[in-house]
C-alpha cells in the first residue's frame, strides 16, 4: 500500500516535517510505505478562507499527479481540510481531509465535543465544515491564540495552552472528547490526554489510520457524492 501524504502550506520547515514522517512511520500499517510531499507554491499557513483557495491549486496538481503515479490514497495534511472536498472530486482513490477523519473517530468515541484551532479569525472558516458532521449543539470551538507556525516553537507551552482549554471546556460544556485542530499540534495528543482524562484526537494519526483503513477494504469516495467536473477550459 502506497500513501502519499500531502504537506499544503509552504512554511514548514525540514525539521518539522522530518517529525511528520517520523511520527507517521511509528503508526503505518505492515507494509504500508508514506511519502510526504510538500508544495511549492499557495501559502505559508492556512489560516483563513483566503489561504484556502490559494493552496487548492498545489494541493489539486499533487493529487493528480499522486494518482499517475500509482498511489493507493492521498491525505491532505491540513487539520481545516483545505482543499479536501474539491480533489475527492478530481481523483478515483480515497483523499481523506484530517477533519473528516478525526470526526468519524470522535462520533464513535464521544457526544460532546471540543476543538481546538489556532486564531479567531480561523473558527468562522471551519465551524460550517464541523456542522455538516455534527449538531451544533453537540461541539465548541476554541482558539489557542497561536498562529500555525508558531504552533511548535514551544511544544510545553502549546500543550499547557491545550490542557486549559479542554479542561475549561469539560467544565462549562460537558465536553467528553476532544479534536487538536491543527496538524501543527501532532504529536502532543498523547500528553494532552495524560492531564484531562479525556479521549484526544491527533488529526494526523487519524488521517493516516483512516487512509490505510479504506485502501485496505477497497472503498473510496463515491462519484454520487463527488461527481468529476466537466472537460473545459479553465484559467489561473
Partial sequence: MKILWIAPITGTD?????????????????????????VSRGTESIESRLDEVYAAPAILDEVQKGEKEGYDAC???CAGDAG???????????????????????????????????????????EDRVARFL??????????HIPVLEMAKDVDKTIAILVKIIKKSIEQDRADTAVLGCLSMRGMAGSVQAEVKIPVIDPC??????????????????????PFPQD???FL
Fill in 84 to 126: 479536501v472536498a474539491v480533489a475527492k472530486d478530481v481523483a478515483r482513490i480515497p483523499v481523506i481531509g484530517p477533519l473528516e477523519a478525526s470526526i468519524s473517530m470522535a462520533q464513535i468515541l464521544g457526544r460532546r465535543f471540543v476543538f481546538l484551532w489556532t486564531l479567531p479569525e480561523r473558527i468562522r472558516s471551519v
Fill in 232 to 234: 473545459k477550459k479553465r
Fill in 205 to 226: 494519526l487519524a488521517a493516516l489510520t483512516m487512509a490505510q483503513s479504506l485502501v485496505q477494504i477497497n472503498l473510496t469516495q463515491s462519484k454520487g457524492a463527488y
Fill in 135 to 144: 449538531p451544533r449543539a453537540d461541539f465548541f470551538i476554541y482558539p489557542t
Fill in 14 to 38: 525540514p525539521a518539522r516535517l522530518e517529525h511528520l514522517k517520523e511520527l507517521l512511520k511509528r503508526y503505518t500499517f505492515p507494509g504500508t510505505e508514506v511519502t510526504v510531499r510538500k
Fill in 75 to 77: 491525505i491532505i495534511g
